[in-house]
Structures are given as structure tokens and as C-alpha cells.
């Protein structure tokens, strides 16, 4: 928040100044992102579009899927990855920041890395949220059906536990061109589906490529907001896989952003 | 509050020491050797023009003040203490010549977000008004001239009222008139202690509106001093003459020659005191034909920072 120094205008300048709480964390920077994500008539159309296509295309009629129905384990999986995409391409946006200076500008203010990352997830988990209620609105509108704590876990890890993209979408942002970035997150989020079990359940996968898929971002998360329906059997890998990934990934996005002063 | 004004000056210095020191600063970028040893320092309310052709170094030097460079040799600080701190306090500000906007908010909001990240800031609507932007606070970035983004560059500088304001190439694509009133916000500001260094290669620019240049050539400080002096340096001038039997070491005997090209009976002199000079051409070598050229400012910049064989980068 500003604050004035008042009548100071004719005065000297004075030299007895502190540096920001929070690392220049604030509320205004945190509304001006986000209105300028609101306003993104684009980013807006793919966020709601794309997951409600996704829901009509896919919707199964059977298998097996634990208390729920599988309508209920699709809407959960959707949902899930209308959140990861969100996430991702609002994150992504700071490519196009970068092409533009302003991350470098940012680097001219007390801003530290940190607090700009906080800004940043926060943001894009805002609107991950579009996603997250529409599938859900629309699965249960639908059919599908299960006990009513499971998809509260399921809606509530989704949520927090896609943020997770957004550190990728930021790390992915502050490295490559910003011409480049949204085919790579593009690709990228369809393969770290698969390898999650988004698209096709972990229980269907065979062993030998749940071995490799544990290792890959969107496991945890996917695992976890289908524990509700599938049970909790692997957790403490799931919690592995999430806290792991965090920490590399936005280690990485901080470490680029800091990185990141060239000209433009 | 640690101030105190000096009597005698409409200068005011603030604590906390010279606003700009540079030791032995190297700074290299693969095979270029940008900045080659700079030692400057500037103290606290001069305005200082950072004079020199494109490739001087005058950006490299002006990235390691304000703290996005570091110097591979020799140290650099800004009021006391290293670059990023100054920067983190809201002590340094810069105006950069491109980029650095976003282009889908507004004039205001762009104000409004670089004022929430320091502690110590001044009105946003004031910092507008100052850089003369009020009337288009509600428009876009991404729809102002170049013009108007320079001014919005220069209102999020005022916003955390610096002690120290970097300008490079402030006024590119400004009018006359946005030209005046920046330099005008910039001189009164300086009364309050401000101190500013604007890189520039316009001459004409420097000698008008800093009080010392510093002139920079291949990464080194080649010339130090008021534009008088900077001028003085470099605006010798040139006297023709013919010559019957011109005698090399006579001519190099007259008292302020201080260079010399003899080609046949025609003799060519560079020289601070022409006239001096003119005078003992005509008595006692018998000159005819002579003439006495003064070089011009930019002919003086030339001459200071003028290198043939060396291709120039920015």
C-alpha cells in the first residue's frame, strides 16, 4: 500500500528508508494481476471451454471406480486437469512479461523472487477455481455420483494440489521465449496427464509404467484427489511425489526469475 | 532522519556518502571487454551526464549501479551500500529507454503496482501529474505513444522518491515541450538533494542540462569535468597556410603548436592559442592564405571519442 509522505515536496529527500515486509508481497499487486487474467478475453475463453469439451467428449459410462460412480472418477480427473491447464497458461503469462522488460523492471523494485512466485500461484489458482466448479457443476448435473466428503477432498486437493502447475508454468515462462511457451506447456500438459493418470486411471496402468509415472509432476496430485474413491493405499508416495516437485519447481522459479535481467 | 543542508549551495546533501562509487570496475561479455577499469564517483545532488558513443559502455556501467550487472573486478555502490540494497530501499530509481511495461494495464495501475512494492513512496496522482500523464491515466499501455511510455517511465521512477535517479536516453521520442518540462522536473528535484546521471550521446544535451560530464570511450573514462572544460579539451582549432620553404622544426618551435602536417608549401596546424600562433606565421615565416577554423561541439565530441577502427556496439 502507498503511503504519502506528506508536505515533503519542498523537503530533502530522505535516505531512511527500510525495505518491504513479506519480501514487497501486497494486495494491490495481487488485484492488478489478477484483473489483468480477468480481462484476458483468451486465456478466459480456454479456461472454461476447454474443460467443459472435455467432459462431453469423454463421458464413460462404466468401469470400475471405487465408492463413486465413473462419471464421478471422470469429473474428478477433468476437473483436475481444467485446473492443471489454467494454472499452467496463467502462469505461462510471465513470458510474455519477460518479452516485454517487465520482469526486469520488477527487479528495479525491492520485489523478491519469492513473493513474486506467491503472487503469481495464487493467481492462477484463482482461476483454476473456473474449471474446478463448471466440471463439477456440470458432473453433477449429469450423473455422476459419490458419497459427498469424497468430492469435497477431491474438489479441495485438486485445488491446492494444481498450484503445482502453476510453479511449472513460471519456471517454463522464465526459461523459454515467450513465442515458444505455450506449445511447449500445450505438449507438455497432455504427456504429464498421461503420466499422472489424469486421462487414464493410475490403476489401469501396468507396473512397469507406474514405476516411471511416480516420478513424473501431476502423479501426487491425481492420486490424491482420487483417494476419496480409490482409497489411500500409497499415500506417503503421493506426499513424496507433491512435496518433491514443489520444491524443484519453484526452487527453479525463483532461481530464473532472480536470473532473469537481460534487456529486451 | 539523517539530513542536513549545507549553507552556501541550493544543493542538498544527504547522509550516507557518494551516490555513485565505482573502483576499478571491469566487466566483460564474452570476448568484449565492455567496461575496462572505471573509477568515478559522484557525490549527492550533481546531475552528470554519462557521455559517449554507442558501445562506450555506458549501459554495462549503468546495469552494475543499479545492481542487474555485477562487475567481474573492482567494486561498485550506490549511497554507502551495494546496489541491491539501495534498489530494495527505494533509493535508486531508473528510467530505461525501452521496455519494461506491461501493456495490458493501464497508465495508472502501472503507477499504482510499482508504488505498492516500496515502503516510502509519494502520491501516485502527483508522480502522474509530474510526468504530465494525469490526462491518460485510464488508458492502456499498450495504446500510448512512445512519447507518453517514456513519461509513465519516468512517473514510476518519481513514485519511490529517489535519492538517486538513472536515466538512459531519457528523452527519446519525447517532443521539445516534454523535453523542457522533464528537465525541469529533473532541476527541481535536484534541489532537494536528488541526484542524477543520465546516459546520453547528444552532446548538445549534457552541456545543457548536467552540471559535470563524464565521458566514456571503449569502457574508460576518457574526460571528466564541466561542459566547458569538456570543450575546452577537445575545440582546438585549425590554422591553413601557405608556406614557401615550410621548416618542420621551426614551425614546431612556435610557442602552442600542437600539431603539425606539412604536405608541399601547404601547412596545416592544430592549436588552443590560434591566434598567438597566426600571429608568428604572419611576421616571421612570411605566411600567405591563412585561415583559422574553430570546431564545433560535436566536432569536439568527435575528436574525444572518435575511433575509426573500432566498430561500435551498443
Not at chain 1, 477433468?78 to 517487465?102: D, H, I, K, M
Not at chain 2, 570496475?25 to 573509477?39: C, E, N, P, T, Y
Not at chain 2, 597566426?278 to 570546431?295: P, V
Amino acid at each position: 500500500m502507498s503511503t504519502t509522505t506528506p508536505g515533503s515536496a519542498a523537503g530533502t529527500i530522505s535516505l531512511d528508508r527500510s525495505t518491504p515486509a513479506y519480501g514487497g508481497f501486497n494486495r494491490t499487486l495481487l488485484r492488478i494481476e489478477l484483473m489483468r487474467i480477468l480481462r484476458n478475453k483468451r486465456t478466459m475463453f480456454f479456461t472454461v471451454v476447454l474443460p467443459v469439451i472435455f467432459f462431453f467428449v469423454f463421458r464413460a459410462n462404466s468401469f470400475n471406480s471405487g465408492s463413486g460412480n465413473a462419471s464421478a472418477w471422470l469429473m474428478v480427473s477433468l476437473a483436475l486437469y481444467g485446473a492443471f491447464v489454467a494454472n499452467a497458461s496463467t502462469s505461462a503469462g510471465v513470458a510474455v512479461e519477460r518479452a516485454q522488460g517487465w520482469s526486469r523492471q520488477l527487479r528495479l523494485t525491492p520485489l523478491r523472487g519469492p513473493a513474486y512466485i506467491l503472487t503469481k500461484v495464487l493467481v492462477s489458482s484463482a482461476v483454476a477455481v473456473i474449471p474446478l466448479v463448471v466440471v463439477y457443476g456440470l458432473g453433477l448435473a449429469f450423473g455422476s455420483r459419490a458419497p459427498a466428503g469424497d468430492l469435497v477432498l477431491a474438489f479441495v486437493v485438486s485445488w491446492l494440489g494444481s498450484m503445482l502447475m502453476a510453479l511449472f508454468g513460471l519456471a517454463v515462462g522464465f526459461l523459454l521465449p515467450s513465442e515458444n511457451t505455450m506449445q511447449v506447456m500445450g505438449m507438455a500438459m497432455t504427456l504429464l496427464a498421461f503420466g499422472g493418470g489424469v486421462f487414464i486411471p493410475q490403476p489401469v496402468f501396468s507396473h512397469a509404467f507406474d514405476l516411471f509415472a511416480r516420478w513424473t509432476p501431476m502423479y501426487g496430485v491425481t492420486a490424491m484427489a482420487h483417494a476419496g474413491l480409490a482409497g489411500w493405499s500409497g499415500a506417503w508416495m503421493w506426499v513424496l511425489n507433491i512435496v518433491g516437485w514443489a520444491a524443484v519447481l519453484g526452487g527453479s522459479a525463483v532461481w530464473l526469475f532472480r536470473r532473469d535481467t537481460g534487456r529486451v | 532522519m539523517m539530513t542536513r543542508t549545507q549553507k552556501g549551495t541550493d544543493r542538498t546533501r544527504l547522509a550516507g556518502g557518494a551516490a555513485i562509487r565505482l573502483d576499478g570496475v571491469h566487466k566483460s561479455f564474452g570476448d568484449l571487454h565492455a567496461v575496462r577499469g572505471i573509477d568515478l564517483q559522484v557525490e549527492q545532488g550533481e546531475i552528470v551526464a554519462f557521455l559517449g558513443p554507442n558501445g562506450a559502455g555506458k549501459t554495462t556501467t549503468i546495469d552494475m549501479i543499479l545492481g542487474l550487472g555485477r562487475p567481474d573486478e573492482g567494486t561498485v555502490q550506490t549511497l554507502g551500500m551495494a546496489p541491491r540494497d539501495a534498489v530494495s530501499r527505494g533509493l535508486v530509481a531508473a528510467v530505461m529507454q525501452t521496455g519494461g511495461l506491461l501493456r495490458d494495464v493501464s497508465v495508472a495501475e502501472t503507477v499504482e503496482l510499482t508504488a505498492s512494492l516500496f515502503v516510502h513512496t509519494r502520491d501516485v496522482q502527483e508522480c502522474l501529474e509530474r510526468a504530465g500523464i494525469w490526462g491518460i491515466r485510464d488508458q492502456r499501455v499498450g495504446k500510448c505513444s512512445g512519447g507518453e511510455q517514456q513519461r509513465l517511465r519516468f512517473a514510476m521512477a518519481l513514485v519511490s522518491d529517489p535519492a538517486l535517479l538513472v536515466l538512459d536516453e531519457p528523452t527519446t521520442g519525447m517532443d521539445v515541450t516534454g523535453r523542457r518540462d522533464f528537465w525541469a522536473a529533473i532541476r527541481s528535484d535536484a534541489r532537494r538533494g536528488r541526484t542524477v546521471l543520465f546516459a546520453t550521446h547528444y552532446l548538445e544535451e549534457a552541456d545543457q542540462y548536467a552540471d559535470r560530464i563524464v565521458l566514456v570511450r571503449h569502457g574508460e573514462v576518457v574526460a571528466d569535468g564541466t561542459g566547458a572544460q569538456i570543450k575546452a579539451r577537445a575545440s582546438g582549432r585549425t590554422i591553413r597556410a601557405t608556406l614557401d620553404r615550410p621548416d618542420r622544426a621551426a614551425l614546431l618551435a612556435i610557442e602552442g603548436v600542437e600539431a603539425l602536417d606539412i604536405r608541399g608549401e601547404s601547412v596545416t596546424i592544430g592549436a588552443h592559442n590560434s591566434d598567438a600562433v597566426a600571429r608568428a606565421l604572419l611576421n616571421t615565416m612570411g605566411a600567405r592564405d591563412l585561415e583559422i577554423t574553430a570546431q564545433g561541439l560535436e566536432e569536439a565530441f568527435m575528436t574525444l571519442t572518435s575511433d575509426a577502427n573500432e566498430g561500435a556496439r551498443a
